[in-house]
């Protein structure tokens, strides 16, 4: 995954806690390719094994092929990396907080010192201290990634481990959703699942005008909508679905048709 740095225009600036790129690991790139360009209208730049989406003139994530284990049923994940100052000391406190390293810390050619981890329940994302700097804060337009959240069965324990290894200095919880905050800044959340067969993961957030739209669309690009935007607890604002491939991401309208002032 190091083909391409995250960002085309370099910054210099590390912000700490905020989540900077997405790479998708799935068995067939192509497949994965077409289904967003068509639902989401992502330019996707195919090169081998590994294509970098854009969104616009904006570099946003990568697809990255992976072949599963033949004893595995082919899937797919969006695994997101999250800026932290020093890559080494992130890891080392994740494994002493309960997590463990799957690969790294490592420098990556163009991507910057980079470490694959698991929090103690399972979930993966990428500890990244980024060789350009990271993504300045700005309005994610349509089509960008709007939040990233995790989901988890320990709701206590898991915000005690990314408030600590990610420095995030508060939290917000309400509904059994926690929001985790640096500097003021809202950088992610953690919603309680019960469902025993889901195993803890981090889902992203895709920005979208009309949730409803999006997910009529879904199966007619071979993924499947898991709840559908009037399932949603927020009533048609968001919906989970599954790419042609079976990774996981959410979509969601913001601001809300309440916050808008629509019925």
């Known amino acids: 995954m ?95 907080q309960g997590g463990k390293t799957v690969n790294g810390p490592v420098d990556m050619e163009k991507r910057g010192r980079a470490a694959l981890v698991k929090d103690p329940e399972g979930a993966l994302l990428v500890l990244l201290r980024a060789l350009t700097g990271d993504p300045k804060d700005a309005k994610a337009e349509i089509g960008d990634w709007l939040w990233d959240e995790v989901w988890t069965k320990s709701p206590d324990a898991t915000k005690t481990f990314y408030t600590s290894v990610l420095g995030y200095d508060e939290t917000v919880t309400d509904n059994g959703y926690t929001v985790f905050m640096r500097n003021g800044k809202w950088r992610a959340g953690a919603r309680h699942i019960h469902d025993e067969k889901q195993p803890p993961i981090w889902v992203p957030v895709v920005r979208v005008t009309d949730p409803q739209a999006i997910a009529q669309r879904v199966p007619e690009l071979g993924g499947v909508v898991w709840i559908a935007p009037d399932e949603a607890p927020t009533k048609g604002e968001t919906a989970l679905i599954g790419d042609a491939t079976g990774a996981l991401l959410l979509i969601q309208r913001w601001p809300s048709q309440a916050a808008k002032g629509g019925n």
Do not use: M
């Not at 997101?80 to 100052?85: D, E, G, K, N, T």
């Open 2 to 96: 190091a083909q391409v740095p995250i960002t085309d225009h370099p910054t210099g600036e590390i912000r700490p806690g905020k989540f900077v790129w997405h790479d998708l690991l799935t068995p067939d790139v192509q497949a994965a390719g077409k289904f967003y360009e068509q639902l989401f209208g992502w330019q996707i730049e195919y090169q081998g094994q590994y294509a970098v989406v854009r969104n616009g003139d904006k570099r946003i994530a990568g697809i990255l092929q992976v072949k599963p284990a033949e004893e595995k049923a082919a899937g797919a994940i969006w695994i997101p990396s999250v800026s932290v100052p020093d890559v080494d000391a992130a890891a080392s406190l994740a494994e002493k």
